[in-house]
């Protein structure tokens, strides 16, 4: 079946710090990869849409500076949180659809939790 | 814009037991998808089963269907024969179907708590 690798699964770092999250497709190629994030006991909220070649499509009240997108190739995205602070402190999952189509599912990674001392 | 309801924020079964999660959800499209996904404890998202509003017929996946009512917004979940393992989070998600091809993304509602008791 399809996987997707989110890399590191676990970040502890100082305030002020750059944190990069890696989100892999295996065994697939992915045009398109969806961030989110996810507060405790809470739901996914998305924060972008990922597109191979092309800018990311942030979400209303997301920062582009502060949450940087790469979707550099097509088995790789990366999510930068910049100069980050204790109130990015959360979950953040990305997700891949494999190929084009809308018929695609969606596959999740195992998701990074960051936490910003 | 879509939206996503989840009216039950824990539901409790016994085990063995059958349970029925409740979701609505609200679009003005025709064609779209709805799922439900599992997250366990250790947070990694499960799709348990999909929709696709076009087919009139209810998915099952093994001990899992779904009601679908396309015309009240309804796409509840029922797991038959409830097992330990079925304790997670669950999440309704709705997605648009665009007919440019491309994926749309998931809506998620705010998930329903299931506890599974012996």
């Avoid at chain 1, 969806?34 to 924060?47: E, G, T, V």
């Avoid at chain 1, 990015?88 to 001392?117: E, K, V, W």
């Avoid at chain 2, 779209?32 to 366990?40: A, V």
Wanted: charged share 15%.
């Amino acid at each position: 079946g399809a996987v997707v690798s989110q890399h590191p699964s676990r970040v502890i770092c100082k305030s002020g710090t750059s944190v990069k999250i890696e989100c892999r497709s295996l065994d697939f190629q992915a045009t398109t990869m969806f961030w989110y994030r996810q507060f405790p006991k809470q739901s996914l909220m998305l924060m972008a849409t990922s597109n191979e070649g092309s800018k990311a499509t942030y979400e209303q009240g997301v920062e582009k500076d502060k949450f940087l997108i790469n979707h550099a190739s097509l088995t790789l995205s990366t999510l930068t949180v910049t100069s980050a602070h204790p109130e990015d402190s959360s979950f953040y999952i990305c997700s891949a659809i494999r190929g084009q189509g809308a018929n695609q599912p969606q596959h999740f990674g195992d998701g990074t939790r960051l936490s910003i001392l | 814009a879509q939206t996503v309801t989840q009216s039950q924020p824990e539901m409790s079964v016994q085990e063995a037991e059958t349970v029925t999660l409740s979701c609505t959800y609200d679009t003005s499209e025709s064609d779209y998808y709805l799922f439900w996904y599992k997250q366990p404890p250790s947070r990694q998202m499960i799709l348990v089963i999909r929709q696709e509003a076009y087919k009139q017929q209810n998915a099952t996946e093994n001990r899992f269907s779904v009601n679908f009512q396309k015309a009240a917004k309804s796409f509840s979940l029922k797991i038959s024969d409830s097992q330990l393992g079925d304790a997670a989070m669950y999440f309704c998600a709705y997605r648009a179907y665009l007919n440019t091809g491309t994926a749309s993304k998931l809506t998620f509602g705010t998930g329903t708590r299931l506890q599974v008791t012996l």
